[in-house]
């Protein structure tokens, strides 16, 4: 295994061992276990690894590994946290757009993603929006079912 692999490991480990708020937290966690690292090669290495920030009752946003996400999709909290931040659901052809509290749409593109649900091709999320594509040749009515299941307090329109 090489360098590179073995920090991705490292920094996997971490982040599913523990709540990690911020890069500075786990810099220091890595240099704990023997890795010297700066915030740059750390920054693009979280970005390489796919990890991204979900809130957290106790530390405001932690880190998650997106595969991680489905475990903490059983933890309701979370999941709560999350889809109670969507604002609005609506589309525009075979687009959907998701609008959402200022910070959350990368949250809630994590947590569509990781629902895979077959109808969607993709994500992108801002800051407070999300897009996502529908298969070509997919209908919405089974996706609206899906996400109004995900966030019943929003009328999304059919």
Not at 78 to 86: A, G
Not at 141 to 151: D, F, Q, W, Y
Request: positive net charge; proline residues 4%.
């Amino acid at each position: 295994m090489n360098k590179r692999t073995q920090r991705f490991s490292v920094i996997r480990s971490i982040i599913e061992s523990e709540p990690i708020s911020s890069q500075d937290e786990l810099i220091i966690k890595l240099k704990e276990q023997g890795y010297e690292i700066t915030q740059g090669t750390l920054s693009r290495d979280l970005k390489f690894m796919h990890v991204a920030k979900v809130p957290h009752r106790e530390k405001g946003y932690i880190y998650v590994i997106p595969d991680q996400m489905a475990a903490h999709q059983a933890d309701t909290h979370i999941s709560s946290l999350i889809t109670d931040n969507i604002t609005n659901i609506s589309f525009s052809g075979n687009i959907g757009i998701v609008h959402t509290k200022a910070g959350y749409a990368n949250a809630v593109a994590v947590l569509l993603e990781n629902k895979r649900y077959p109808e969607i091709a993709g994500t992108i999320a801002g800051d407070d929006t999300i897009f996502f594509v529908l298969h070509e040749g997919q209908s919405r009515k089974r996706i609206v079912r899906e996400l109004s299941k995900l966030c019943p307090n929003i009328v999304i329109p059919q």
